[in-house]
């Protein structure tokens, strides 16, 4: 799921995405793997996370947020960092040119849908 604010709404939802509890209580058991929590400098930025337990981060380094590789915590405990942005990342996952390690097999599926906030499913 790819959390994007309701228009009007980007500042609250700006908000919860930098105050992410299980990042931050990762971060204070030492399993983020020198990654850091935002607003640290370079701290990462929830914008995703899918159904089996992976997260996917933004880390805030460079300055020009064009710039910012996504970061993808595995259920498996795994942080694997690629240098794109989110919708490169995303063409790239779905596309299978981008191959996220410890994510199941079978993802995305033969034929993966991409639902608009209509279609939503809650």
């Known amino acids: 799921m790819v959390s994007l604010p309701t228009p009007g709404a980007e500042a609250p939802w700006a908000s919860e995405s930098r105050d992410d509890e299980i990042l931050q209580d990762l971060y204070e058991m030492g399993d983020t793997e ?3 929590p935002y607003p640290q400098p370079g701290g990462l930025i929830s914008w ?3 159904h089996s337990g992976d997260a996917f981060y933004w880390r805030t380094s460079p300055a020009d947020p064009d710039a910012w590789p996504v970061v993808v915590r595995t259920d498996n405990a795994d942080w694997i ?3 794109v942005g989110a919708v490169e ?3 790239g996952v779905y596309g299978r040119t981008i191959d996220v390690p410890g994510m199941p097999r079978n993802f995305p599926g033969d034929d993966p849908k991409v639902l608009g906030l209509s279609d939503r499913i809650d």
Do not use: H, I, K, T
């Open 34 to 36: 020198n990654y850091v």
């Open 48 to 50: 995703a996370s899918s």
């Open 81 to 83: 960092e690629f240098p």
């Open 89 to 91: 990342f995303l063409a």
